[in-house]
């Protein structure tokens, strides 16, 4: 599917704001596709797609969650982790992506996993380093994410459950067990 073809599928589901996100997301994974050599055309789908869910109603993605037999736990959770993995099942059913490495993408982009593949963090960082997001630790991670991947996604995650911790959130396993895995890697 081309750029424009995917932007136009996605924009109809997206604010104007989250639409901006979403170019800044798509400008940031082809940067650091290029720089980690992950495949940019992928990481361009992924990250036009990577929020295609993010205003279906909760009550849609909870139910899709139940019916498509993803984790159960994840009701459980923050509804912010949701949209990833519904969104990847969306964008095969609604736009006819069938890659399960773009899909694969989308689905942890929130929550990351252990084993992360290249396109996988790639699509994860870019969501949390595009150029507008604002918050505390974001400039250190992007000054990383010139040099090293994998230790601006170990920051990043650091960052995240940190946050979590703070504002007293569960934190969902999978991100405790990213976390664990990449610094079980860099050691």
Known sequence: MDREKALNIVKQQLTEHRYQHTIGVMETALWLAKK?????????????????????????????????????ALLEYNSELWHAPVGAFLA??????????VLDAITYHTS??????VLEKVIYLADYIEPGRHFPGVE???????ND????????????IQFLLKKGHPVYP????????????ED
């Open 140 to 146: 250190e991670v992007r000054e990383m994410a010139r």
């Open 36 to 72: 980690y050599g992950a495949d940019e055309k992928k990481a361009e789908l992924a990250a036009i797609f990577h929020d295609y869910a993010k205003f279906r109603p909760k009550e849609e993605m909870a139910r899709i969650i139940r019916e498509q037999g993803m984790e159960p």
């Open 174 to 185: 999978d991100t405790f067990y990213t976390y664990n895995d990449l610094v079980t890697q």
């Open 92 to 101: 095969e059913k609604e736009a006819g992506i069938a890659d399960r490495e």
């Open 112 to 117: 990351g996993r252990p084993g992360m593949s």
């Open 149 to 160: 991947l994998d230790q601006a996604l170990i920051q990043s995650v650091k960052n995240t």
